[in-house]
């Protein structure tokens, strides 16, 4: 791979930026979750409401996974800002229809409309950051912004409960807030193009090899994460708890991942990302063990500290891999892909777990999706174990 020049410092207003602009990821959906109940009863006349409603969270993870990779070779051909400009004003218009519209399809359209946003906003985001940091402070840059991810959670999940109790569409005034966000949007730097790139950097290959095992670790992982805010309302309204807190206790475990997150950026990233993958995908699934055994509220809050601290760890540790494997000239391409993993995980979540719905009682979900969780984590350790002794063997 050719060498790139050092990276200039990066000013204090575009980390910022990048940081904000991170958070509007889980917004996207964590703001409606703790409103889901209330939705399905508004809807409860309309055919299959309980399964319609959830993909009114989950839809724009169809929508990403769909369009991830007109938005990577727009961020890649036009440059990350403008892609990012107009994605933002999208996210704000798209996010808010929820206020006003007048039936279930209305608004099922809003949130694929977000979901293009969503898509070209996470694509822009993590290839400028690939394009401006470098090495361990793009781990540490990176783990950071994950963390102000999982923030983003502890903020939006109580904002969108206490909204919730308000009226059902309350919380989808809160995506208006990536309105204030476009005037240091239109600061950020343009970004690479491949049109700027010489003939020698363009000719550089994406190792799908890597790239490809990546992904599916994503889409694997997000199947199960997001089953905390698709199915997690229904378990705490069963177990007694009132739609106003439950954005608090679905918090508790946006929170733990935000420390996680810090952990590894204070690290600056990890040199085994399949070990560092394969345990944090473990502790994600002996925290969803806890959730679906757990017989009381606060049995749950301690399996969402654990569960969420193991997920917190797996985006920045993935985003960091594929950003130091991706070429200049195809970083959003690549990262795109991940943006479709993940959110093609997000949207796949409701529909593998209906089959474990036994009536109101939602518990067996997180059972399946603990198991699940487990074998893919363990598989990560075999891998990244082998790695380690062939590195061993050859160093």
Do not use: C, K
Not at 157 to 180: I, Q, T
């Amino acid at each position: 791979m050719t060498a790139s020049p050092p990276p200039r410092p990066v000013p204090w207003v575009t980390r910022l930026t990048l940081l904000l602009t991170a958070t509007l990821t889980i917004m996207s959906g964590a703001t409606i979750a703790p409103s889901l109940p209330a939705m399905q009863e508004h809807f409860a006349g309309l055919p299959n409401a309980d399964v319609l409603v959830r993909l009114t969270v989950t839809v724009v993870g169809l929508a990403i996974a769909v369009s991830a990779p007109l938005s990577g070779y727009l961020t890649d051909r036009i440059g990350r800002r403008p892609v990012l400009v107009v994605a933002m004003g999208l996210y704000a218009l798209a996010g808010s229809s929820g206020l006003y519209a007048p039936d279930l399809t209305t608004l099922m359209l809003g949130r694929v409309l977000l979901g293009l946003a969503v898509g070209a906003t996470m694509t822009a985001g993590a290839a400028l950051v690939a394009d401006l940091f470098a090495g361990e402070e793009r781990a540490r840059f990176l783990g950071l912004q994950s963390a102000f991810t999982s923030l983003g959670g502890v903020i939006f999940l109580p904002l969108g409960g206490l909204l919730a109790s308000v009226g059902w569409r309350a919380p989808f005034a809160v995506y208006l807030a990536a309105l204030l966000i476009v005037p240091l949007a239109l600061r950020l730097p343009r970004g690479e193009t491949a049109g700027a790139r010489g003939a020698g950097d363009a000719a550089e290959r994406v190792p799908w090899r890597w790239v490809l095992p990546a992904y599916a670790v994503a889409l694997g992982y997000m199947v199960v994460f997001y089953l905390m805010p698709t199915q997690l309302p229904y378990r705490l309204e069963g177990l007694g708890v009132a739609p106003a807190q439950v954005g608090f206790v679905m918090g508790v475990s946006t929170l733990s991942g935000a420390v996680a997150a810090l952990w590894f950026s204070r690290r600056g990233g990890t040199r085994t990302p399949a070990l560092t993958a394969g345990l944090s995908i473990l502790a994600m699934a002996t925290g969803w063990t806890v959730v679906s055994l757990a017989p009381g509220a606060g049995w749950v809050v301690p399996g969402l500290i654990v569960g969420g601290a193991g997920a917190g760890l797996v985006t920045p540790n993935l985003t960091t891999f594929l950003a130091g494997l991706a070429p200049a000239h195809a970083r959003g391409r690549v990262m795109s892909g991940l943006s479709a993993s993940i959110f093609l995980g997000q949207f796949l979540s409701p529909l593998l777990a209906q089959p474990f719905v036994r009536g109101a009682d939602v518990s067996h979900t997180f059972a399946a999706g603990a198991v699940f969780a487990a074998l893919i984590g363990a598989g990560l350790l075999v891998a990244g174990l082998r790695l380690a002794a062939r590195r061993s063997a050859a160093g």
